[in-house]
């Protein structure tokens, strides 16, 4: 994890979701974020990339997984573009950020962080994992995330293809109106997709 991320108290194990499961050697908190895994390691033996193209994601294959999956375009200068948000998400956020700059919706004292950390993920390659706290006005909900990279057709590793499901599902009852704050990382760990992890792993 880089030195700068925040951290934020450990969340709960895996509640109303089938609790913990293991894929490629990683323990998660939750059955889809493995699955999800499990479905990019399959891109890579289908197409043969490291890097699989974005559009050997076929969104029938994931149905499931589908409502939990946004991706993001990241483009210089210093812009995370969202092309995609599930569903599910935003039913729990009450947020559709399509069409935005993710880092725009950062503190500021987040962004240059989370600019290296995209970056990171397409430049190295490598896939990560973490857990988000997103507090809104009645209750905090633990988010758990996996992000991978994907390529354009031309090969450039321009996109990041994430899954976000939530850890313990009881707190959506009480979460109020909408996601007030969505900080406090914790679990985090970048993902060896078959060339290392990056400098500082």
């Given at each position: 994890?880089?030195?700068?991320?925040?951290?934020?108290?450990?969340?709960?194990?895996?509640?109303?979701?089938g609790?913990?499961?293991?894929?490629g050697g990683?323990?998660f908190?939750?059955?889809e974020?493995?699955?999800?895994?499990?479905?990019?390691?399959?891109?890579?033996?289908?197409?043969?990339?490291?890097?699989?193209p974005?559009?050997?994601?076929?969104?029938?294959?994931?149905?499931?997984?589908?409502p939990?999956?946004s991706?993001m375009?990241?483009?210089?200068p210093?812009?995370?573009?969202v092309?995609?948000?599930?569903?599910?998400?935003?039913?729990?956020?009450?947020?559709?950020?399509?069409?935005?700059?993710?880092?725009?919706?950062?503190?500021?004292?987040?962004?240059e962080?989370?600019?290296?950390?995209?970056?990171?993920?397409?430049?190295?390659?490598?896939?990560?994992?973490f857990?988000?706290?997103?507090?809104?006005?009645?209750?905090?909900?633990f988010?758990?995330?996996v992000?991978?990279?994907?390529?354009d057709?031309?090969?450039t590793?321009?996109?990041v293809?994430?899954?976000?499901?939530?850890?313990?599902?009881?707190?959506?009852v009480?979460?109020?109106?909408?996601?007030?704050?969505?900080?406090?990382?914790?679990?985090?760990?970048?993902?060896?997709?078959?060339?290392?992890?990056g400098?500082?792993?």
């Open positions: 994890m880089g030195k700068d991320a925040p951290l934020a108290a450990n969340p709960p194990s895996g509640q109303n979701n609790g913990g499961a293991k894929a990683i323990l908190r939750t059955r974020c493995a699955l999800f895994l499990e479905l990019y390691q399959g891109l890579q033996r289908s197409t043969g990339e490291l890097v699989p974005r559009k050997s994601f076929d969104p029938a294959a994931a149905r499931a997984l589908l939990y999956v991706i375009e990241i483009r210089e210093r812009l995370a573009l092309r995609l948000v599930g569903t599910a998400i935003v039913n729990r956020t009450h947020i559709d950020n399509t069409g935005r700059n993710m880092l725009d919706l950062l503190p500021d004292e987040a962004r962080w989370s600019w290296s950390h995209f970056r990171r993920l397409l430049d190295t390659p490598c896939g990560c994992t857990v988000s706290r997103e507090d809104f006005e009645f209750a905090s909900v988010v758990e995330i992000s991978f990279p994907m390529a057709t031309d090969g590793r321009r996109f293809l994430s899954l976000s499901v939530e850890v313990d599902r009881d707190g959506l009480l979460r109020g109106d909408q996601a007030m704050q969505i900080g406090g990382l914790s679990a985090y760990r970048y993902i060896d997709i078959g060339a290392g992890t400098a500082g792993a």
